[in-house]
């Protein structure tokens, strides 16, 4: 049972990629705190959360390879977040795409209803774990009010992702803000804004949201903090201001790295802290990719005494994906011979899927958030409507109906204007 609940830690745990422990625990009674709730899953939900796991290290894999590349400055992502946003999107693609999009998510082997089936049953039992833990998750949709949007599609995301649907102008300069501004009011304010203005050929916008903020278990003592000289991936030093503890931690080690387990609140959430024992990062992400490697080292942890020294850090991130993604398989989906067929009848594609991260980690806890950005544009506007001309002139027959459901509440003929 606690290996189950394990594995869902984790994608939390990868989603942030976050934290850090205490003696001195801030004056609060953790003996008090309620127990995690356990999130019972069944044999294919368990297979699921391993898939989400790949996914989550392929994409941090791939992020890393190309800040390596580029300015190889620190850098957080949200798998979650993505995957989420992803799924959401993936419930109006068909054919070729949609099969792209499942691959890469390494959900390829399950039904829609079994995805979306998922991520409802994450997202519920995620929130409820840990009631010391502020962690929100939220889903939005804002559509072109000029297109006409399948009901499935939005009805499938209401219902398993519990989105809110608006329909904007985008050709109004203002759309933009209110899109940044539930940005902002889905992470306290950490992330204020994802797009910088909206187009008229925009499909729509389909968003995730994740916030975090989770008090050590037991907290670092701010008067053990001091400040340490901190070797950069390039050899130079820096000073930072190094957090430093004893304690009793679940810690494992293989030939390449040691790991510890730091947890938040009521224990239902940790951070993992994974540091090379020789040879750079990249081997750890390397090896990290491999099947079963992560499941392999969770299952050697064990407790120990740790001296613990980690330093304070905040970090600021945001990335456009594109490439990333069509490195990872779903490249289709940006082209003008993607099929959201499934979403509506114009065609369209994704014109970019982007994430923008925050997090602030000190001697009490950890604050973090993340907001993925899934684009979609028009490949073609769609046709006018004819111009006809409608001049009831002679007999007709009228009915009242409610309209989403058809039912017919009045019907009547007007034939002679009989008084």
């Given amino acids: 049972m606690r290996s189950t609940f394990l594995y869902l830690v984790l994608i939390v745990v990868t989603a942030f990629f976050t934290a850090s422990c205490d003696k001195n625990n801030g004056g ?9 709730i356990v999130i019972e899953l069944r044999s ?18 791939h992020v890393f390879e190309e800040e390596a590349l580029d300015d190889d ?12 946003a992803l799924s959401m999107t993936r419930n109006g693609a068909a054919g070729e795409t949609e099969k792209a999009m499942q691959q890469t998510l390494q959900m390829g082997n399950y039904t829609g209803e079994e995805i979306n089936s998922y991520y409802k049953k994450l997202k519920e039992a995620l929130l409820k774990t840990d009631p010391t833990t502020k962690l929100s998750i939220a889903n939005a949709i804002f559509t072109n009010k000029r297109v006409v949007v399948h009901a499935d ?21 203002a759309t933009a803000g209110l899109i940044n501004n539930w940005a902002s009011d889905q992470t306290n304010g950490l992330i204020k804004k994802v797009i910088d203005r909206t187009d008229a050929f925009d499909l729509m916008y389909l968003l995730n949201a994740l916030y975090f ?10 008067k053990n903090t001091i400040g340490k000289p901190f070797i950069r991936e390039n050899g130079t030093t820096i000073q930072v201001e190094m957090m430093r503890q004893k304690n009793r931690f679940l810690y494992a080690e293989d030939q390449f790295l040691q790991m510890v387990q730091l947890p938040y609140g009521n224990k239902a959430f940790s951070m993992m802290v994974l540091l090379p024992k020789k040879g750079a990062l990249k081997d750890i992400v390397s ?8 499941h392999g080292l969770k299952s050697s942890l064990r407790e120990a005494e740790v001296d613990l020294s980690l330093p304070k850090f905040k970090t600021e991130y945001s990335k456009k994906l594109n490439d990333v993604l069509t490195k990872m398989g779903m490249g289709i989906a940006f082209t003008d011979g993607a099929n959201f067929t499934g979403i509506t009848d114009v065609p369209a594609k994704i014109s970019f899927v982007k994430q ?4 602030s980690t000190d001697e009490s806890g950890t604050e973090a958030a993340a907001v993925t950005t899934v684009g979609m544009e028009l490949t073609s506007m769609p046709t006018p409507p004819k111009k006809v001309i409608f001049n009831a002139e002679r007999p007709f027959i009228y009915i009242i109906q409610e309209n989403s459901t ?3 509440l009045f019907m009547g003929a007007v034939k002679n204007f009989d008084k």
């Fill in 153 to 173: 599609f939005l009805k499938s995301n209401q219902s398993y992702y519990d989105a809110t649907v608006q329909s904007v102008d985008f050709s109004d300069s």
């Fill in 406 to 408: 058809g039912a017919i």
């Fill in 287 to 294: 090896g990290a990719r491999e099947s079963n490697y992560w």
């Fill in 44 to 61: 294919a939900e368990k297979e699921m959360v391993q898939s989400d796991q790949q996914f989550a290290f392929d994409f941090f894999a």
């Fill in 213 to 222: 903020k989770g008090i050590w278990a037991t907290q670092f003592d701010a």
């Fill in 73 to 84: 400055k620190d850098f957080m992502v949200s798998p979650l977040s993505l995957s989420m």
């Fill in 356 to 359: 923008d991260t925050y997090i």
């Fill in 28 to 36: 609060r009674d953790t003996t008090k705190l309620p127990n995690p």
